[in-house]
């Protein structure tokens, strides 16, 4: 089992949303996030004064997954996420020790297979 953090641009939720779909990865949980990487700093003018803009907004994906989808994610993320420039984002691909579905009590595989 693996947990999968993707850091992307907020406008291309949607589309990864719509690969992750198209891919059979359900359940996920999304966070808005901000941070920084490789951007260059934007300098703006707010109310007649210039601001340095450190922090970019980003969207924040955890999807755990069983081994076999752990692929299949991450392609998704990849190729809907990608716009070529720098701030396309991060994934991340992280052991997962345990998993428990509170409502059941399953654990493991069965707690992040998708409930039929």
Avoid at 18 to 32: C, D, H, K, P, Y
Avoid at 65 to 82: G, K, N, W
Avoid at 87 to 95: E, N, R, S
Wanted: proline residues 4%.
């Amino acid at each position: 089992m693996k947990l999968i953090v993707a850091i992307i641009r907020p406008e291309k939720l949607n589309d990864v949303l719509e690969a992750l779909f198209r891919a059979e990865v359900r359940g996920l949980t999304i966070s808005a996030a901000q941070g920084h990487g490789g951007e260059t700093e934007q300098v703006e003018t707010y109310r007649g004064m210039t601001v340095k803009m450190e922090l970019s907004p980003k969207i924040r994906l955890d999807i755990g997954v069983s081994d076999h989808f752990v692929e299949p994610t991450v392609r998704a993320i990849l190729s809907a996420a990608r716009t070529g420039e720098v701030g396309d984002g991060k994934i991340f691909v992280l052991p997962v020790e345990r998993v428990y579905r509170i409502r059941t009590g399953e654990r493991d595989e069965a707690a992040v297979t998708p409930v039929a």
